[in-house]
Nanobody
């Protein structure tokens, strides 16, 4: 069974940047879509961004559009989420997930990582 591992979370001041990475324990992401989701305390898990098998296919939540960029590395081993101009409301646990289909619904994703904490101070 494949496992996904996120890294790169941490504490940053508002306006700063962080880069999250997601790696799979087996294989690559070349045949899969990968999504990033986040969950803040007391809130539902929400979609952040997704990238398809074709790296030209990307999708972003309105709340992060223009600030976050999702990408796959050339070897399709990791999927990265570059987060710029961070705001306190971006504070959450961020999860990556893998899917055979491309889209924003968590129900489309079958394998999930354990999450990485992102905290943005005001």
């Amino acid at each position: 069974q494949v496992q996904l591992v996120e890294s790169g979370g941490g504490l940053v001041q508002a306006g700063g940047s962080l880069r999250l990475s997601c790696a799979a324990s087996k294989g690559t992401f070349s045949l899969y879509a990968v999504g990033w989701f986040r969950q803040a305390p007391g809130k539902e898990r929400e979609f952040v961004a997704a990238i398809g098998r074709n790296v030209d296919n990307t999708l972003y939540a309105d709340s992060v559009k223009g600030r976050f960029t999702i990408s796959k590395d050339n070897a399709k081993i990791t999927v990265n989420l570059q987060m710029n101009s961070l705001k306190p409301e971006d504070t959450a646990v961020y999860y990556c997930a893998r899917s055979m289909s491309f889209g924003p619904s968590p129900r489309q994703y079958d394998y999930w990582g354990q999450g990485t904490q992102v905290t943005v101070s005001a």
